[in-house]
C-alpha cells in the first residue's frame, strides 16, 4: 500500500489521487523468471508527491526500483546565419524582395 512519497528524502503523505504521480513498475523480463515465491508480486505501484515528481521518476533499476532525475528537454538553439550582416538585414532583403515580385 502506498502510503508516503517514494523519495526517502521526502515525508510528504500519499491522501489524494489528484496529487503527485503514481508509478506501477513491473520488472524486467530476467526477474519475472524468477520464482514467485522469491518476489512475490511482480506489480508494485510508488507515488511521488507533487514537489517530487516535477525532479525525478521512479524505474527499475537492476533487482529494485530506483529514483533518477527527470531529463530536461533542451530548446536547441536558433540556428546561426553566416550571413555577417545579422538577422535584421535579412528581414529587410525578403521584404524587399517581396515588394519587387
Known sequence: MVSKCANPECSAKFLYLHQG??????????????????????????????????????VWGGKQPELVPLVEVATPPPPASDDPRGEEDLEKRAVSAMADV
Request: proline share 5%; with cysteine; net charge negative.
Open 21 to 58: 504521480k503514481i508509478y506501477l513498475l513491473t520488472p524486467p523480463r530476467e526477474l519475472e523468471n524468477m520464482s514467485e515465491h522469491e518476489w512475490g508480486l511482480l506489480e508494485e505501484r510508488f507515488w511521488l508527491c507533487d514537489q517530487c515528481c516535477k525532479t525525478l521518476k521512479v
